[in-house]
């Protein structure tokens, strides 16, 4: 709790004016300050314990996992270089390098260091998941597939494996599939938005408007600033006709992220099929102006028949 990690703060002070040679007390307390989101002062703390000790390992690798959380990637990865570098089978650290790398979109790079990970440690399911959502960055589904079950294997109540193989086989068109894995996703986790909002989506594909509309439904209420769901709920919404209540959506849509070109694109959709053709023109304009491609199409066919 949050009252024990700051009690754990002053007992790591009050050790450290007693004795202010003591390595462990600056790691114990940048540790703790992390786990509070204090990640510059962690980092203060982890500098501070490399300098009393230059070859202590989990301070390189704790180090590099704040300045991961701070989107300092290519400082991270330099801190888990270093402790690789002290301690080559520290599977952990090839593969919080490996998520670092995937950030950077270092994909290959990223998959190396998983590997290296699960020779280390066979039962690593995190680097299976892992390697499993990177490869289907690279868009090799089949082989991500083969990760994410193998993560299930290891642990069997694995959310975020469910859900994200759900994902890649929507992805392959497996779509009754894919609905499996996101209904067992939301069974072990029934406050898990993503997965209501991505099984909303395969049932779309898949024609099943309403039923993806009370998903989309279920996911905003449990993240009411959830762009894409309501998103999603407008495109449904459109599918089945209801254009003013998909409209609604897509201003909810537009209202939380204004830059996006594909709300004003399905807005634009939706007022031409009302015959309101001045807002279709606008909205089909702004999209355009932030980058759309499909909203040129569409304003030029919509010109064209006027």
């Known amino acids: 709790s949050l009252g024990q990690y700051e009690q754990a703060i002053e007992d790591y002070d009050h050790a450290i004016r007693l004795d202010p040679d003591y390595t462990k007390a600056y790691y114990n307390r940048g540790f703790t300050k992390n786990s509070l989101g204090q990640y510059e002062q962690a ?70 260091d998983y590997d290296h990970a699960i020779r280390l440690d066979p039962d690593f399911a995190n680097a299976y998941y892992n390697r499993g959502f990177t490869k289907n960055s690279l868009g090799q589904y089949e082989q991500a597939i083969e990760d994410y079950d193998h993560a299930i294997r290891l642990d069997p109540d694995f959310v975020y494996a469910y859900h994200s193989r759900g994902f890649t086989k ?29 099984r909303g989506f395969t049932k779309d594909g898949l024609g099943q408007y309403e039923q993806a509309i009370e998903d989309y439904d279920h996911a905003i209420r449990l993240n009411p600033d959830h762009t894409y769901a ?34 004003y694109n399905n807005r634009g959709f939706a007022y031409q099929q009302i015959g309101n053709t001045d807002q279709a023109k606008a909205d089909y304009q702004k999209a355009v ?6 909203a040129q199409r569409n304003l030029d066919k919509l010109e064209k028949n006027e």
């Open 230 to 263: 309501y998103n999603g709920r407008g495109i449904a919404k459109d599918s089945l006709g209801q254009y003013e209540q998909a409209i609604e959506d897509y201003d909810h849509a537009i209202r939380l992220d204004p830059d996006y070109a594909e709300f």
């Open 43 to 112: 980092i203060e703390d982890y500098d501070h314990a490399i300098r009393l000790d230059p070859d202590y390992t989990k301070v390189y690798y704790n180090r590099g996992f704040t300045k991961r959380n701070l989107g300092q990637y290519e400082q991270a990865i330099e801190d888990y270089d270093h402790a690789i570098r002290l301690d080559p089978d520290f599977a952990y650290a090839y593969h919080n390098r490996g998520f670092t790398k995937d950030s950077l979109g270092q994909y290959e790079q990223a998959i190396e």
């Open 170 to 198: 929507d992805s392959l068109g497996q779509y009754e599939q894919a609905i499996e894995d996101y209904d067992q996703a939301i069974r072990l986790d029934p406050d898990y938005a993503n997965a209501y909002y991505n």
């Open 289 to 294: 102006e932030l980058g759309s491609e499909t």
